[in-house]
Structures are given as structure tokens and as C-alpha cells.
């Protein structure tokens, strides 16, 4: 069974820092991502890195401020968030990705496997 548990988030003023954890078990990916949903948006992209390799990618309006990492080993992928501005706030979502690309992709329905999501919040 393949499950992905976020954690991590929480309630944080502009300026300040949260790092997202998200377990993942069951499978290997090729991809995995971060994703957010705003109240009354959509969910959209936001970083996701090749889980062999490395390479990473970004939306432009988390770049320089947010770094997403794994670590191999414990198949555990992690978001450092930086600078969080209020617009930040949404429920964050770890996603994983069976699709074989070059690069990591950010298209939402290339993602098979969805995390339950984990709430931050930041406070101007």
C-alpha cells in the first residue's frame, strides 16, 4: 500500500521559516512534488525534484525562497520554506510521480499519489 504523510506545517509569521516533511512507503517514484491549494484556488504547482539525480524545479513565486531536498535513504522528501509571506498560506501536498521524464515535472496530472496535506499558515 502506498501512502504519503505530510508533516511539518503550522502557523507562522511573514518572514519565518517551516520545513515540510513527507514519508513516503510503498514505492519509488520518479518525481515527486510539492503542491498547494489556497481556499477558493486551485491546486497548483509548486517544487519538485527527480528522485535520482537531483535536478529540482520551481514556480517562480516560491524560487529563492523555498528548497526541496530528499533524502534516499529513508524515502523522505522535505520543503524548506523561507521569506513566507502571507500568499503562502494554503494546505501543502506531497505528491509522487511514475511518469519517466527528464526532467521533474510539475504537470498535476502526471501525479498518481497524494498525500492527506498538512495546513500552514502565515500571519502578516
Known amino acids: 500500500q502506498v501512502q504519503l504523510v505530510e508533516s511539518g506545517g503550522g502557523l507562522v509569521q511573514a518572514g519565518g521559516s517551516l520545513r515540510l516533511s513527507c514519508a513516503a512507503s510503498g514505492r519509488t517514484f520518479y518525481t515527486m512534488g510539492w503542491f498547494r491549494q489556497a481556499p477558493g484556488k486551485e491546486r497548483e504547482f509548486v517544487a519538485a525534484?527527480?528522485?535520482?539525480?537531483?535536478?529540482?524545479f520551481y514556480a517562480d513565486s516560491v524560487k529563492g525562497r523555498f528548497t526541496i531536498s530528499r533524502d534516499n535513504a529513508e524515502n523522505t522528501l522535505y520543503l524548506q520554506m523561507n521569506s513566507l509571506k502571507p500568499e503562502d498560506t494554503a494546505v501543502y501536498y506531497c505528491?509522487?510521480?511514475?511518469?519517466?521524464?527528464?526532467?521533474?515535472?510539475?504537470?498535476?496530472?502526471?501525479?498518481?499519489?497524494w498525500g492527506q496535506g498538512t495546513q500552514v499558515t502565515v500571519s502578516s
Open positions: 525534484i527527480s528522485w535520482i539525480g537531483g535536478s529540482t
Open positions: 505528491a509522487g510521480s511514475t511518469y519517466y521524464n527528464v526532467s521533474p515535472t510539475s504537470l498535476i496530472y502526471e501525479y498518481e499519489y
